[in-house]
């Protein structure tokens, strides 16, 4: 760390990292023109060094480029929408996005300072309240797990914000997402090159609605026997494990994609091909070892949201935008991982509940 007041300089991380002033300049800003290991390594450089951005100089120069104004705060609100505190820090999808959003604030020069909706004693107008007398005026709002519509009474002439994921808003803020479409493309690109010919899909009913149906739409359209991908969808599970396994052996899929890692167990209790084996995740996380599937990269997510209050931070933008603006990121495939097989094309194994492989020699 630097004494007390001293102020650590672009030059003294360049000549430390052996670069030069506009590189070290370009990687702080997460400029996706410096390659991701030469941004780390500065990076590393200007924390060991003691560096903070100064978020002031940057809406001056954001001015001087002809921005109209460089009203800013060092601190941005993180208001956790209908989520507890305690399921902010266990979930893993909402660890990521705290994570990069923190990350992200500070790489920009500023705090972030977090806020909980759920409590009974806090009304939107007071929680509003409390962030605008803190001097806070940049607000990110989380995903929302639960509603498929959320609605606040907030002051928004007062604050820059944008939320994160694709719950409809009202009104309508700038917002960071993953591309749901796109991810359930690339899982069924990723199954044809496994040579899965009838990959199925179980998908959460209430998250198939919130996102507008658009995992619904990629699936029917990009599927490789369109005439059959109605009936290889599920809304939902199925009630029972007996219609879960008549479900699988009516319609004999080589593949499932699950809507979410809570969907595994139903299938993996099942002693039966294909439960098994062959089966992904549309939302997955580090700690599902063996299985693949898409990561939404949450963090990244959450790193978008940021930028998109501190561009209208810098820009002196508030209240409720006449266009907002949407970031989608499609994710990656993680797959297959040690556990997924290659799907054969053939179809003379069926699921039966009364006949496991086991009894009969498979």
């Avoid at 109209?68 to 660890?95: C, D, K, N, Y």
């Avoid at 944008?162 to 991810?183: M, N, S, T």
């Avoid at 297959?336 to 179809?347: E, K, L, M, N, Y």
Wanted: net charge positive; aromatic share 6%.
């Amino acid at each position: 760390m630097p004494p007390e007041g001293r102020i650590i300089t672009l030059r003294q991380i360049a000549k430390q990292a052996k670069l030069s002033v506009a590189t070290v300049s370009y990687a702080l800003r997460g400029h996706p023109k410096v390659p991701e290991a030469t941004r780390n390594h500065v990076l590393e450089i200007a924390s060991s060094l003691g560096f903070k951005p100064n978020p002031r100089v940057a809406a001056l120069m954001a001015h001087i480029r002809g921005s109209r104004g460089p009203g800013v705060g060092e601190r941005i609100a993180f208001v956790w929408v209908h989520t507890s505190e305690e399921e902010s820090r266990t979930h893993t999808l909402l660890q990521a996005v705290r994570s990069g959003a923190q990350r992200r604030a500070l790489q920009c020069g500023y705090e972030m300072e977090e806020f909980w909706l759920d409590g009974k004693a806090m009304s939107d107008q007071r929680l509003a309240k409390v962030i605008s007398t803190r001097g806070i005026t940049g607000i990110v709002f989380s995903p929302v797990l639960h509603e498929d519509q959320v609605e606040l009474k907030f002051p928004w002439k007062d604050f820059s914000c944008a939320v994160i994921g694709l719950a409809r808003w009202k009104p309508e803020l700038h917002r960071a997402a993953h591309h749901l479409y796109v991810g359930m493309h690339q899982t069924l690109e990723e199954l044809a090159r496994l040579g899965c010919r009838r990959p199925a899909v179980v998908l959460n009913q209430e998250a198939n609605s919130r996102s507008l149906g658009a995992w619904e739409a990629a699936f029917l359209l990009h599927h490789p026997d369109r005439a059959r991908a109605p009936q290889l969808m599920l809304r939902g599970l199925p009630s029972s494990r007996a219609e879960l396994v008549a479900w699988l052996a009516a319609q004999e899929p080589d593949w499932i994609i699950l809507h979410n890692p809570e969907m595994l167990r139903a299938f993996q209790e099942l002693d039966a091909w294909p439960a098994r084996s062959r089966l992904s995740v549309l939302e997955w996380y580090p700690r599902l070892q063996g299985i693949p599937g898409i990561d939404q990269r949450f963090d990244q997510i959450a790193e978008s949201a940021v930028d998109l209050v501190v561009a209208q931070l810098i820009s002196n933008e508030r209240g409720i935008p006449g266009m907002p603006r949407m970031t989608l990121y499609g994710g990656h495939w993680t797959g297959p991982g040690p556990a997924a097989t290659a799907c054969h094309q053939t179809s003379d194994t069926r699921v039966a509940e009364s006949r496991p492989l086991r009894e009969r020699g498979e």
